[in-house]
T-cell receptor
Framework: AQKITQTQPGMFVQEKEAVTLDCTYD???????LFWYKQPSSGEMIFLIY??????QNATEGRYSLNFQKARKSANLVISASQLGDSAMYFC???????????FGSGTKLNVKP | DTAVSQTPKYLVTQMGNDKSIKCEQN?????MYWYKQDSKKFLKIMFS???????INETVPNRFSPKSPDKAHLNLHINSLELGDSAVYFC??????????FGSGTQLSVL
């Protein structure tokens, strides 16, 4: 069975500082993909970043980077230089060999303080 | 050009009614999904269709019936609505192992 765990229900960060959102996963699949999505208060789901299980380099997309530690089964999202607009819910997700099924974590609500 | 569009955005209805939510994607994807997001923001997959064929049917009450007339459309019909059905319903699509593209969500409120 696949499982995604986000242990931080809520977090605060000061504007312009970096923040790490934790995500651990459990799977027996050899090949899988890890994703992060942002959901602002307006409700839409915005794709941020993707990491494949065979990718050796950590993924980066602008201010977002994914700290992938395969042996520890963790895929933490790092947001550098936080902005007020980063305040949102953040979801970690995984897809295993059954590419039709995405599993989502419970989310972390990030609040960026001015 | 909206990639995944779902209508309506808001749906307020009485218990016992039947309602439908429509979804269309213009991305040429072969797989479409329905997700339910509850009041605690937890996202749970309900159904997945691949090339019009039902692939995933999670433990969803049979009052919920998806219909995929073609690859680009996946509708959700709900019979005999209950208070517990109040949630945000997201349609999404993807191609093979790639990321999910989400619609903007339908906020369903059952009174």
């Amino acid at each position: 069975a696949q499982k995604i765990t986000q242990t931080q229900p809520g977090m605060f960060v000061q504007e312009k500082e970096a923040v790490t959102l934790d995500c651990t996963y459990d799977t027996s699949d050899q090949s899988y993909g890890l994703f992060w999505y942002k959901q602002p208060s307006s409700g839409e789901m915005i794709f941020l970043i993707y990491q494949g299980s065979y990718d050796e380099q950590n993924a980066t997309e602008g201010r977002y980077s994914l700290n992938f530690q395969k042996a520890r089964k963790s895929a933490n999202l790092v947001i550098s230089a936080s902005q007020l607009g980063d305040s949102a819910m953040y979801f970690c997700a995984m897809r295993g060999n059954n590419f039709n099924k995405f599993y989502f974590g419970s989310g972390t609500k990030l609040n960026v303080k001015p | 050009d909206t990639a995944v569009s779902q209508t309506p955005k808001y749906l307020v209805t009485q218990m016992g009614n039947d309602k439908s939510i429509k979804c269309e994607q213009n991305l040429g994807h072969d797989t479409m999904y329905w997700y339910k997001q509850d009041s605690k923001k937890f996202l749970k997959i309900m159904f997945s269709y691949n090339n019009k064929e039902l692939i995933i049917n999670e433990t969803v009450p049979n009052r919920f019936s998806p219909k995929s007339p073609d690859k680009a459309h996946l509708n959700l019909h709900i019979n005999s609505l209950e208070l517990g059905d109040s949630a945000v319903y997201f349609c999404a699509s993807s191609h093979s192992y790639e990321k999910l593209f989400f619609g903007s969500g339908t906020q369903l409120s059952v009174l």
